[in-house]
């Protein structure tokens, strides 16, 4: 593993850190931790920890001993200071000398012993840290330490290249117990360099950030040069075969059966190297086994769902199989759950689904509440899963047993990493046409807020590209009256997201002229944007609703010129009058698939529909003032895009509303429905 440590560039890091107020130690502490979290060898999204003891004045002034240690919720890659809760150092040995108190009790304690009590929490490893001497300390679940400690002569084979300078400790649930282990053995006389945990990973100090980093990234070397120096068997490998069943076909079967009680997005991911390590003949039986490290269950599950397809004839026996085999999965599931649960401690049990399902032949599924998490897993399990065939090309590979891959999966410390507040459309896929208008922009916050994934489908991509600046929104730039273009687009999402849930049907354009004047070009320009496109997303995106056989709810922003016409306005309202058809006639024949269809008639929104121009001439046509014509309605207040984004999310979430119109427009009798 090369060396990235640059004394020039730690120079520079403590200057630039010291002008925001941070001290040297924790300066230097941040510069290394980045180092480590940049190499994905070493750790991988929030894993592996580092620390610094350092000196703080408290609140009276007295210089207290604290150790800063990476808190719950950072990225070794781009943690900064705010990252480093300080906790107090004395108060911590303290507690490792007691017999026994539970994690949440030492959780507990860590926070009572903040500097700061608005910091993030301390790492569970907190402890760790604490009682060993050296002042600068890195924890990583490198793959080249867990690829020796992961066989069944871990231990023997650590001895040897590490005996001299490491402690090897025999695998221990991390937590208050592991602390009392280590407490146990370690001795600051024994000059140490660092401690092999066994089937977990590695930690190292030094005096300074250099040494411990170094330290670090030789015995990571030596573990590389021991497992180059191996003999490698050749794993039997399945039979290739060319895709029968695309992933985009098998995707939203998968979702059908996968999001019963809640609902996830399901990611897909192939590359080669994957490919011929989910090919491996034997891979149910290497996967089976366990995890590498124990944090990965709570982003792998105990084992993944390994599936072949080769075998399927055709279209029905390949739903059949994967009806059965993803029940299968619940069942071993539920009985994993059932064997292991402590009664004492009543733990509710996880959604019995699979996080990751690998398909022989064809690719990978990872799993997750939203994109993000679905990604982790998926990069989290990729790299298992190559670690583990690559340490049965050599030997065997061994994990912690399932009890205490249980223990680790349950334990009340690893789910406090998932961020488990729940909002009302976690998992659900939206995609917002005429996302780049002000009405598509203020949809998509109201809905991003309340926890779905928003792809944006807009025209306009420069437009669309500043709206999803902010790396909130996914988005493409298509013409939604072209439905092969619009199709790629449903082929990306559903490669990404693994299908949809909510349709935003928003893309419109306004026309005004005399009804018998308007050319003929004109106004079938009209019905091919407000009636045309329309037809073409809520096809497309039915069909693959169907598929999912978890409904679905369309929503489409028709307009109150829909029921309520306006003078020099008939190729628009005329458009929208058959969208308002439209929205009933989904309705009224996808219903039965549980599949929703509903409107809003907004009126009078300043948008870049409603232009400042448009306004002029609209208030002129009924002869009055434009503020007047803002706030003509019944209630007297100008309506905003935040009043339309706020009706189509109460739409979204009425499980019961279908062949509704919701008006938006501040009252207006004339435009009243029924
Ligand atoms: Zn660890």
């Known amino acids: 593993m090369r060396n990235i440590f640059s004394k020039k560039n730690l120079k520079s890091s403590v200057l630039s850190f010291s002008k925001k107020n941070v001290g040297k130690d924790l300066a230097e502490r941040i510069y290394t931790s980045r180092l480590i979290g940049s190499n994905s060898e070493l750790v991988l999204h929030g894993g592996g920890n580092t620390s610094v003891k350092s000196k703080i004045k408290d609140e009276d002034g007295k210089l207290v001993d604290v150790i800063y240690i990476k808190g719950s919720g950072s990225d070794l890659d781009s943690i900064d200071q705010s990252g480093f809760p300080a906790v107090k150092l004395r108060p911590l040995i303290e507690l490792v000398k007691m017999d026994h108190i539970s994690d949440e009790e030492m959780m507990r304690y860590l926070k009572n012993n903040l500097i700061n009590h608005k910091s993030p929490n301390p790492s569970v490893e907190t402890l760790v840290h604490a009682i060993i001497n050296e002042k600068f300390i890195d924890h990583t679940h490198s793959t080249a330490i867990l690829k020796i400690t992961d066989r069944p002569n871990g231990i023997k084979i650590c001895k040897e290249l590490f005996g001299k300078n490491f402690l090897i400790i025999p695998y221990v649930m991390p937590g208050f117990l592991l602390a009392k282990k280590i407490y146990e053995i370690y001795q600051s006389s024994m000059k140490l360099h660092g401690m092999i945990l066994h089937k977990h990973g590695i930690f190292t100090f030094g005096d300074n950030a250099e040494e411990s980093f170094k330290r670090m990234i030789k015995a990571v070397t030596t573990a590389e040069n021991y497992l180059k120096n191996q003999k490698v068997y050749k794993i039997k490998k399945i039979k290739k075969t060319n895709n029968r069943f695309d992933p985009l076909l098998i995707a939203p079967l998968i979702k059908s059966h996968l999001c019963k009680n809640e609902n996830y997005i399901l990611n897909f991911r192939c590359n080669q190297d994957l490919l011929d390590a989910i090919n491996s003949e034997d891979i149910k039986k290497f996967l089976s086994k366990g995890v ?43 009985k994993y759950f059932k064997k292991y649960n402590n009664p004492k401690k009543s733990f509710q049990m996880l959604d019995p689904i699979p996080q990751i399902i690998l398909i022989q032949n064809i690719g990978m599924f990872s799993v997750g ?8 897993n998926g990069d989290v399990s990729e790299q298992s899963i190559k670690t583990i065939i690559s340490i049965e090309e050599q030997s065997k590979f061994e994990s912690i047993s399932r009890k205490d891959i249980f223990d680790v999966e349950y334990w009340s410390l690893e789910q406090a990493k998932l961020n488990k507040i729940k909002k009302p459309l976690s998992g659900n896929v939206v995609i917002i046409t005429g996302g780049a208008g002000t009405i598509g922009a203020s949809t998509a916050k109201k809905f991003r807020e309340n926890g779905a994934e928003v792809v944006l489908i807009d ?27 619009f199709k790629k687009v449903i082929d990306d999402i559903t490669a990404t997201y693994g299908g949809i849930n909510i349709v935003i049907s928003n893309a419109g354009s306004a026309y005004q002229s005399p009804i018998a004047d308007i050319s003929d070009s004109e106004i079938k320009k009209s019905f091919e944007i407000n009636f045309f496109s329309h037809q073409i997303v809520a096809s497309e995106c039915v069909k693959l609703m169907k598929e999912q056989n978890l409904g679905g709810c369309l929503l489409f922003n028709i307009s109150k010129q829909s029921v309520n016409p306006g003078k020099h306005f008939g190729a628009y309202g005329t458009s929208k009058a058959a969208l308002l058809a439209l929205c009933k006639q989904y309705a009224l024949e996808y219903g039965k698939y549980g599949i929703r269809s509903n409107g809003v008639n907004a009126d009078r929104i300043k948008s870049g529909l409603l232009t400042d121009k448009l306004i002029d001439e609209r208030a002129r046509a009924r002869g009055i003032s434009i503020e007047h014509y803002m706030n003509s309605n019944l209630l007297g207040k100008q309506v905003l895009p935040e009043d339309v984004a706020d009706a189509f999310f109460h739409l979204s979430i009425s499980k019961k509303t279908t062949a509704s119109i919701l008006t938006v427009d501040g009252g207006n009798i004339e435009a009243s429905l029924r």
């Open 459 to 485: 025209k306009d991509k420069k437009k669309l590209k500043n709206i999803a600046e902010n790396k909130l929104y996914d988005f493409y730039s298509c013409d939604v009256s072209n439905r092969s273009d």
């Open 292 to 334: 590498v490290t124990p944090d990965h269950v709570i982003r792998t599950k105990p084992f993944p769902l390994i599936l072949n397809f080769d075998k399927c004839k055709n279209l029905d026996v390949l739903k059949k199989k994967i009806m059965q085999e993803i029940m299968k999965y619940k069942y071993n599931y539920i």
């Open 369 to 376: 509440r939203n994109l993000n998490e679905a990604l982790v």
